[in-house]
């Protein structure tokens, strides 16, 4: 399994619906709005470095309102 955080700056006025699209995402084990440099947190749970581009590039990035993602992979 791969762990992964995935940092997420977001334009808009509905952080509540960000987060539930978020969570909406098959990997995603945890999600929380935080304050400072970025808008969100997501931890997510995979079987490959390639799911976790899946879920950073194609699916978090294509979420109304997200601009930026930054994803570190844990390792332990």
Do not use: C, W
Not at 18 to 36: K, Q, S
Request: net charge negative.
């Amino acid at each position: 399994m791969v762990t992964a955080y995935i940092l997420i700056k977001a334009n808009t006025g509905e952080a509540d619906r960000v987060l539930d699209d978020i969570f909406a995402i098959d990997g995603v084990l945890d999600a929380h709005i935080v304050a400072g440099d970025v808008d969100f947190i997501a931890k997510i749970e995979v079987d490959s470095p390639q799911a976790v581009k899946d879920i950073a590039a194609d699916q978090i990035q294509a979420i109304a309102g997200v601009e930026d993602t930054e994803t570190y992979i844990s390792m332990d």
